[in-house]
């Protein structure tokens, strides 16, 4: 019903910038929350940041606030994630994601992923 489609990855630099990209098409209008999370080779997958559909209201995990910035365009059919001052234990795939409704956390609960893009940071 919804499909999301990253860019933007690729190898930067430690202190380097980086810009992805996630392209929504489909039933759109269902989707409330967007985000992106990552995975890093042999762990966890990791909640990065989100963003309401409306209203603007953003959230961010601890370890990327004030470095990342996660946006949408005017149509809402598009997310970014605008990444500074890169570390080298940012380097993981990046998966965005889009979720139904507005109930329970922002963290969880999200019904669709893009196919990620690797984002690698060398020191």
């Known amino acids: 019903q919804v499909q999301l489609v990253e860019s933007g990855g690729g190898l930067v630099q430690a202190g380097g910038s980086l810009r992805l990209s996630c392209a929504a098409s489909?039933?759109?209008?269902?989707?409330?929350?967007m985000g992106w999370f990552r995975q890093a080779p042999g762990k966890e997958r990791e909640f990065v940041a989100a963003i309401r559909s409306s209203g603007g209201s953003t959230y961010y995990a601890n370890s990327v606030e004030g470095r990342f910035t996660i946006s949408r365009d005017n149509g809402k059919d598009t997310v970014y994630l605008q990444m500074n001052s890169l570390k080298p234990e940012d380097t993981a795939v990046y998966y965005c994601?889009?979720?139904?409704?507005?109930?329970?956390?922002?963290?969880?609960?999200?019904?669709?992923w893009g196919q990620g893009t690797q984002v690698t940071v060398s020191s």
């Open positions: 489909g039933r759109t209008f269902s989707i409330y929350v």
């Open positions: 994601a889009a979720r139904r409704g507005l109930s329970g956390s922002w963290r969880y609960g999200y019904d669709y």
